[in-house]
T-cell receptor, first 108, second 114 residues
Framework: RKEVEQDPGPFNVPEGATVAFNCTYS??????FFWYRQDCRKEPKLLMS???SGNEDGRFTAQLNRASQYISLLIRDSKLSDSATYLC?????????FGTGTRLQVFP | DTAVSQTPKYLVTQMGNDKSIKCEQN?????MYWYKQDSKKFLKIMFS???????INETVPNRFSPKSPDKAHLNLHINSLELGDSAVYFC?????????????FGPGTRLTVL
């Protein structure tokens, strides 16, 4: 079992839809949490950090539940340009531990 | 201005050869990493260096040897390449140490071993 688990998808949604991704992690010593975005054949880039209080950045909302060891990402009003793989990432000491990613495809 | 750069971008080579991948960052970061992304797209840390000192070695075969001549560079040398080494290798850097700061990734080196 992987330390960070995600549904690989793909999630195929129309433009304007709201889509939610979930992620669970198994190591309670994990210290910080992120969502990274990876476009096809490109490097991962930080989308947003995730805090227990929940945080929002435009159309993106991230939530962390430490008790359940669960992280979520909500994308509202999906755009074609949101098509990518979304990587759930936890950090412990100096290491980033990646989930396998959830693929999102937004269609017109 | 590329923050984290890697060369080469593509590398095709025969089994048994020795090859190197170079990484440079101009962000002034103290910590650099190598990650491997396999054919199933799973991204896994291999090594971490802080100020030229090895911090993390994630049970990588000793055919892989990272070298950090200074804190802006972390090169990866691979001996006796095997088919299973085919992957995309990403270099990354981060300011300071610890769990909280963002890591910045290079564009990746796609290694194909024939």
């Amino acid at each position: 079992r992987k330390e960070v688990e995600q549904d690989p998808g793909p999630f195929n949604v129309p433009e304007g839809a709201t889509v939610a991704f979930n992620c669970t992690y198994s190591n309670s010593a994990s210290q910080s949490f992120f969502w990274y975005r990876q476009d096809c054949r490109k490097e991962p880039k930080l989308l947003m950090s995730v805090y227990s209080s929940g945080n929002e950045d435009g159309r993106f909302t991230a939530q962390l539940n430490r008790a359940s060891q669960y992280i979520s990402l909500l994308i509202r009003d999906s755009k074609l340009s949101d098509s990518a793989t979304y990587l759930c990432v936890v950090s412990r000491t100096d290491k980033l531990i990646f989930g396998t990613g959830t693929r999102l495809q937004v269609f017109p | 201005d590329t923050a984290v750069s890697q060369t080469p971008k593509y590398l095709v080579t025969q089994m048994g050869n020795d090859k190197s991948i170079k990484c440079e960052q101009n962000l002034g970061h103290d910590t650099m990493y190598w990650y491997k992304q396999d054919s199933k797209k799973f991204l896994k840390i291999m090594f971490s260096y802080n100020n030229k000192e090895l911090i993390i070695n994630e049970t990588v075969p000793n055919r892989f040897s990272p070298k950090s001549p200074d804190k802006a560079h972390l090169n990866l040398h691979i001996n006796s390449l095997e088919l299973g080494d085919s992957a995309v290798y990403f270099c990354a850097s981060r300011s300071g140490q610890g769990a909280f700061n963002e890591q910045f990734f290079g564009p990746g080196t796609r290694l194909t071993v024939l």
